[in-house]
């Protein structure tokens, strides 16, 4: 019979064999540890102890730790523990506790066992071994005919449950169904051919749960109260059933997405091997039928998340500067093309309220995607607030970092160039944050500087040693920058060599003396002539300057 345990939350239970073992196994060659149980955050864990020991939950081998879950089945060997959080709140007992329940699982005895149909040949055949095969035919077909029309899994599941009353004398049934997210079995319905109960009145044996899981094969017990292998369950005596079937849910690669379940409590409702047959049939066209629903539902999911991330693309774009601001001695102008419908890159061209300063800004989020745009729609929300109450580029640069910091996910952070141009001094000064180099095209030289950004990029640490640096920048008429991401440099040809640092300054040197919208046009286009068939695998951002007084 089957014994209880309580397991503390304050401390680990350990399972094994030695003496001082929380939960002692007497089975032969069990290990001296097996497991141990643990409360973290409000859950309980169980915890693989050797390499050597074999510890599944429902069928699934457990190599490290896992979460457990109410009705989740742990075979350790020979040994059967049904975890259970049913009597959680006991008014005695001031600390909240869970129960585990222990069965020491006998020798299987062979009652009746179907295998799963592998086609439609096999099941054909299997029904011609019944009394009846016309009528269990003909009642296949209508409960395919009525799963296959059914395309919600609410209306879906209760139809299964219906069609197990038609084909066969159970008093109740039940589907589990696996969860996606660890695999453990919820009810996902539970009717009573009366509908005198409630879903938490009908519980399947564990024992058969578990041998149905492991085996995936359809059980059949005539008297569940006689059968030695099915007591040890403790639920099938404790609810009087003296009939019982279980049958796994396959999917078309042999994965278990559930069982179904059917019991009756009255003598005169003992299933028979026909019975067994007809609901692994059954089994059979439900499977089919809610790995359908489940596409059906993946695949508008996967419709409702692409229209979300077009239309956050949409916004993404329209933060894009439309066109740069016009202020005396200096123009600008820049695009950005991200890799994938949300870009992390961000560029930005703003004039302060007073209109004495130009502002001009890159960046690059690590990562890529929805996250990444998200943290270029927040630093450039910072930014434009910043711009009005600090105006050094040194100062905006700290700010941002430490807002950055408080908000974005750990191991995120954003490279920047910052840049201000005075309108009243013609001064342009700068700082870096772990960015790319600047490159400027000096006119008089015909040459192209490359500056390295230095800084620390933002969001690492909320506070950087040493800060961040003020720089001047001097510019000559005719003289020109060009800003850029790691996009253009990394941008990559169909054998895989990228463009490179010394190729994105000798095209500067290439278009310096353009104005600022043709330098950034050719740019693009050199770039694009290099990559040639080669997918754009980071986004690609371009801003240039040019001095024209």
């Known amino acids: 019979m089957g014994k209880a345990f309580v397991l503390p939350a304050m401390q680990p239970t350990s399972i094994g064999s030695t003496p001082d073992a929380t939960v002692r196994l007497d089975s ?20 693989n102890c050797g390499a050597n020991v074999n510890i599944n939950i429902n069928g699934e081998p457990v190599r490290n730790e896992r979460p457990l879950n109410h009705a989740d089945l742990i075979s350790l060997g020979d040994t059967v523990l049904l975890f259970s959080e049913e009597r959680i709140a006991r008014e005695e007992k001031k600390e909240e506790t869970v129960e585990i329940e222990l069965a020491e699982e006998p020798p299987a005895t062979t009652v009746g066992r179907q295998q799963y149909y592998e086609n439609t040949e096999k099941l054909m055949a299997s029904f011609q071994e019944t009394r009846d095969p016309s009528k269990h035919l003909a009642s296949l077909l209508k409960a395919t005919q009525t799963l ?13 449950a219906e069609i197990l009353f038609e084909v066969t004398p159970a008093e109740r049934c039940a589907l589990f169904l696996r969860r996606a997210k660890d695999g453990a079995l919820r009810v996902a319905v539970a009717k009573t051919r009366d509908g005198s109960a409630t879903q938490q009145e009908v519980q399947a044996s564990g024992t058969i749960l578990k041998e149905v899981l492991e085996k995936k094969e359809g059980v059949l017990t005539r008297n569940a109260m006689e059968d030695d292998r099915f007591s040890a369950g403790l639920s099938i005596v404790e609810q009087s059933i003296h009939s019982a079937m279980c049958v796994p849910l396959l999917s078309k690669s042999s994965d278990v997405l559930g069982v179904i379940y059917a019991d009756a409590k009255s003598r005169e409702n003992i299933f028979g091997t026909d019975d067994l047959k007809v609901v692994t049939g059954v089994a059979m066209q439900a499977a089919l039928a809610i790995e359908h629903v489940n596409l059906i539902e993946q695949i508008a999911e996967k419709k409702r998340l692409q229209h979300e991330v077009e239309l956050a693309h949409g916004i993404q774009m329209n933060l894009v500067p439309k066109e740069a601001p016009s202020v005396p001695g200096l123009r600008a102008a820049g695009l950005m093309i991200p890799a994938k419908e949300v870009g992390g890159d961000y560029y930005d061209l703003v004039t302060s309220q007073d209109g004495t300063r130009l502002y001009v800004v890159v960046g690059d989020v690590s990562g890529k ?6 943290v270029m729609m927040m630093a450039r929300s910072f930014f434009r607030t910043l711009i009005d109450h600090v105006p050094s580029t040194q100062q905006i640069a700290t700010e941002l970092n430490r807002l950055l910091h408080r908000d974005i996910q750990r191991g995120m952070f954003m490279s920047m160039l910052i840049l201000a141009y005075d309108t009243t001094t013609g001064k342009l000064t700068w700082t870096g944050a772990g960015h790319e180099h600047l490159l400027v095209y000096r006119a008089q030289k015909d040459q192209v500087e490359m500056i390295p950004s230095g800084g620390t990029a933002l969001g690492v640490r909320r506070e950087i040693d040493g800060g961040y640096a003020s720089n001047e920048l001097a510019l000559k008429p005719d003289d020109a920058v060009l ?4 996009g253009v ?21 290439k278009c310096g003396r353009s104005d ?9 286009m050199e770039l694009k002539s290099f990559m040639r068939t080669a997918e754009q695998s980071d986004d690609i951002t371009l801003v240039a300057l040019k001095r024209t007084t």
């Open 489 to 509: 440099t990394e941008a990559a040809d169909p054998t895989g060599e990228f463009f490179g640092l010394e190729a994105t300054a000798a095209l500067l040197k």
């Open 516 to 524: 600022a919208d043709q330098i950034v046009k050719t740019a693009l």
């Open 369 to 374: 995607g929805v996250p990444a745009g998200l």
């Open 148 to 160: 296959t029309h059914t395309v919600d899994i609410n209306e879906l599941l209760p139809k299964i």
């Open 28 to 47: 032969q060659g069990a290990p001296e540890l097996f497991a141990v149980v643990s409360k973290h955050s409000g859950r309980f864990t169980i915890k």
């Open 483 to 486: 800003l850029y991401t790691d």
